[in-house]
């Protein structure tokens, strides 16, 4: 049975700080994993992952791929509020391009 | 720049009742797909249309049918409405092959009581 796994569930810091969510998978015929950002409504892409090692970086966030390891990192440096979501990650197989299996979510909250 | 649009984005219906949600894009994209999205559960698939005029079952099918009406459009139907259809549904599209990256729409919150 395919099994992606998003630790920690809920996380709580101070703007300023840094942190790393993870995201971790079992699934046959491994095509991409995908972080996706939701604030209230619709998830909203982040970074899409497909080879290992090469990091991607948009802003404060960052993310990296272990495809011998099988799991995923997404990194914020210097939180803002506004980074306050759900922060979702997905895997896709090759055989079912598009379909997307989607982890339980970390809540991250950020206090001023 | 419209997107991926849905409607209606809040229902409220009776046990035993019927609906249908739309969902149309205007990316002309080929593939779509509806999610449901529960407390803590994560986005899981209801049923996808990888192209016009084919659809497929995902991890949650029972309960739903669908039609994918056209590229644009791909409506998902509840046909006798139980409290377990409770949720957050989302539908979403994605271009091909090669560009896999899914956008969502907004999203429609139904309550069955």
């Known amino acids: 049975e395919d099994k992606v796994v998003q630790s920690p569930l809920s996380l709580v810091v101070h703007e300023g700080d840094t942190v790393t969510l993870n995201c971790s998978y079992e699934?046959?015929?491994?095509?991409?994993l995908l972080w996706y950002k939701q604030e209230k409504k619709a998830p909203t892409f982040l970074f899409m992952l497909t080879s290992s090692g090469i990091e991607k970086k948009s802003g404060r966030l960052s993310s990296i791929l272990d495809k011998k390891e099988l799991f995923s990192i997404l990194n914020i440096t210097a939180t803002q509020t506004g980074d306050s979501a759900v922060y979702l990650c997905?895997?896709?197989?090759?055989?079912?391009?598009?379909?997307?299996?989607f982890g339980r979510g970390t809540q991250l909250t950020v206090w001023p | 720049n419209a997107g991926v649009t849905q409607t209606p984005k809040f229902q409220v219906l009776k046990t035993g009742q019927s609906m249908t949600l739309q969902c149309a894009q205007d990316m002309n994209h080929n593939s779509m797909y509806w999610y449901r999205q529960d407390p803590g559960m994560g986005l899981r698939l209801i049923y996808y249309s990888a192209s016009e005029g084919t659809t497929d079952k995902g991890e949650v099918p029972n309960g739903y049918n669908v039609s994918r009406l056209n590229k644009r459009e791909f409506s998902l139907r509840l046909e006798s409405a139980a409290p377990s259809q409770t949720s957050v549904y989302f539908c979403?599209?994605?271009?091909?092959?090669?560009?896999?990256?899914?956008?969502f729409g907004q999203g429609t919150r139904l309550t069955v009581v």
């Open positions: 699934v046959t015929n491994f095509r991409s």
């Open positions: 979403a599209s994605i271009q091909d092959r090669l560009n896999t990256e899914a956008f």
């Open positions: 997905a895997v896709e197989r090759g055989s079912t391009l598009g379909r997307l299996y």
